[in-house]
Nanobody
Framework: QVQLVESGGGLVQPGGSLRLSCAAS?????MGWYRQAPGKQRELVAD???????NFADSVKGRFTIYRDNAKKTVSLQMNSLKSEDTAVYYC????????????WGQGTQVTVSS
């Protein structure tokens, strides 16, 4: 069983920055973040495969960066130039494979972008 615990969410003004962190009991091949806004489906924000291959949703490219530290067993999401449409619950995930629905999820952390 893989346990994931997110931290770092909160309220930020448009244009601001936040860094989300996810502490994992075990690091798997694919780690990353989904988000779910009210009334919307959960969507992939970013993932990192193995040590360096990253993918980002088009809506966050150039603004978000994802990092993983296997020694510390963490995966982080640096979010810059935040917009109101980034408001959502952000979920850390872990998967032993590249494709398909991730097997393990954190409990989620709220990010609210508002003035």
């Amino acid at each position: 069983q893989v346990q994931l615990v997110e931290s770092g969410g909160g309220l930020v003004q448009p244009g601001g920055s936040l860094r989300l962190s996810c502490a994992a009991s075990v690091m798997l091949y694919r780690m990353g973040w989904y988000r779910q806004a009210p009334g919307k489906q959960r969507e992939l924000v970013a993932d990192i495969i193995s040590t360096s291959k990253t993918n980002f949703a088009d809506s966050v490219k150039g603004r978000f960066t994802i990092y993983r530290d296997n020694a510390k067993k963490t995966v982080s999401l640096q979010m810059n130039s935040l917009k109101s449409e980034d408001t959502a619950v952000y979920y850390c995930f872990a998967s032993p494979i590249v494709l398909g629905t991730p097997a393990y999820w954190g409990q989620g952390t709220q990010v609210t972008v508002s003035s």
